[in-house]
T-cell receptor, first 114, second 114 residues
Framework: SQTIHQWPATLVQPVGSPLSLECTVE??????LYWYRQAAGRGLQLLFY??????ISSEVPQNLSASRPQDRQFILSSKKLLLSDSGFYLC?????????????FGSGTRLTVV | GNSVTQMEGPVTLSEEAFLTINCTYT??????LFWYVQYPGEGLQLLLK?????DKGSNKGFEATYRKETTSFHLEKGSVQVSDSAVYFC?????????????FGKGTKLSVIP
């Protein structure tokens, strides 16, 4: 069966510091991968998605970047965090060609920028 | 483009009350439809899904029927419990060009009081 791991679970970082959040998927190959952000009391905002290694699409201009160094690894980064980067970050994966299966989400990372 | 509209919350119900959360969608063709649930501090979990018209998805006492004629996928439960307190997201998936994405509604927060 497939599993998704996301870490860390919580993170408190000062403004201007770098960020690296990691997400890995096990039990499948060539998954589609996604990063979402959820600000307090708000819905889901798609940040990045990837359909393959070195194939990453950015949905919104921002202070963040994403990389996919391996097939089942997806990393969200920032060189200098802003206060507005605080939020709940969710990684998800899906089969590329099976929309009936939907997405499977990780457990999330609570980021607080202070 | 594709879109999902769900009723805004928050919704507060007493235990054992009947729950309905409305969801309507706009899409071309025949999307798959989903309900996800997010418990406090956690990632999203797939609650139920339906892949074609008149399909009924069900899980944990929750039900939703894919109504193509009204482009709706309303979530219902006959008797809610305190443990059902969570945020519920309606979503649709539409495939094309070998890949697909989920389009999410803004979420509806449900609070069930004893």
């Amino acid at each position: 069966s497939q599993t998704i791991h996301q870490w860390p679970a919580t993170l408190v970082q000062p403004v201007g510091s770098p960020l690296s959040l990691e997400c890995t998927v096990e039990g499948t190959s060539n998954p589609n991968l996604y990063w979402y952000r959820q600000a307090a009391g708000r819905g889901l905002q798609l940040l990045f998605y990837s359909i393959g290694i070195d194939q990453i699409s950015s949905e919104v201009p921002q202070n963040l970047s994403a990389s996919r160094p391996q097939d089942r690894q997806f990393i969200l980064s920032s060189k200098k965090l802003l206060l507005s980067d605080s939020g709940f970050y969710l990684c998800a994966w899906s089969f590329g060609d099976r929309p009936n299966y939907g997405y499977t989400f990780g457990s999330g990372t609570r980021l607080t920028v202070v | 483009g594709n879109s999902v509209t769900q009723m805004e919350g928050p919704v507060t119900l007493s235990e054992e009350a009947f729950l309905t959360i409305n969801c309507t969608y706009t899409a071309t063709g025949y999307p798959s439809l989903f309900w996800y649930v997010q418990y406090p501090g956690e990632g999203l979990q797939l609650l139920l899904k339906a892949t074609k018209a008149d399909d009924k998805g069900s899980n944990k006492g929750f039900e939703a029927t894919y109504r193509k004629e009204t482009t709706s996928f309303h979530l219902e439960k006959g008797s809610v419990q305190v443990s059902d307190s969570a945020v519920y997201f309606c979503a649709l998936a539409y495939s094309g060009a070998g890949s697909y994405q989920l389009t999410f509604g803004k979420g509806t927060k449900l609070s069930v009081i004893p």
